[in-house]
């Protein structure tokens, strides 16, 4: 791949995968795993980044922790190394329909709990609008995912 080929496409996925509440650094990593295919160590990450072993360290546990990464065993080293989640809409459904289902679901048990106490009458409207929203929107994101396990 042409240099200024890769480096264009590393800002594009890097963008690409900021909606997924990454920071700046933590979306560097994976797209500098993404675009590279191929195992790297932190000392690797942290020279290609010009960023700390310990910033980089950081965020690789931090997108270990969201099914972003896993460690890889490289025969004849001692290092950990790291390869990317390889299917795109696995890393979507991670860094994005997960994290949204699980607080949509926590919001609709909030809800269930106003509704059971019944002290909000004067926004009765609003409770049963937002729950609707809530409600529709939770069976958007599971067909969503069950379309992407599907493909």
């Known amino acids: 791949m042409e240099k ?4 264009e496409l590393f ?3 890097t963008q690409w995968i900021q909606i997924y509440g990454l920071t ?3 979306a560097r990593v994976l797209s500098r795993l993404y675009i590279d295919q191929e195992p790297k160590s932190t000392d690797d990450l ?3 980044l010009g960023m700390s072993k310990t910033t980089v360290n950081k965020n690789l546990r931090t997108l270990a922790h969201m099914n972003m990464v896993q460690k890889v065993w490289v025969k004849g080293s001692r290092k950990d190394h790291f390869i990317p989640e ?3 809409y696995k890393q979507f459904k991670h860094g994005m329909t997960d994290p949204l289902l699980s607080h949509i679901k926590k919001q609709q048990e909030s809800l269930i709990q106003i509704q059971k106490h019944g002290h909000y009458s004067d926004l009765d409207c ?3 609008t937002l729950a609707h929203f809530l409600k529709v929107t939770r069976k958007l994101i599971e067909d969503l995912d069950h379309g992407m396990t599907k493909s």
Not at 4 to 7: G, L, Y
Request: no cysteine; hydrophobic share 25%; glycine share 0%.
């Open 4 to 7: 200024k080929t890769a480096s």
């Open 126 to 128: 609003q409770v049963k």
């Open 24 to 26: 700046t650094s933590e």
């Open 46 to 48: 942290s020279f290609s």
């Open 11 to 13: 800002q594009v996925y």
């Open 86 to 88: 390889q299917d795109l």
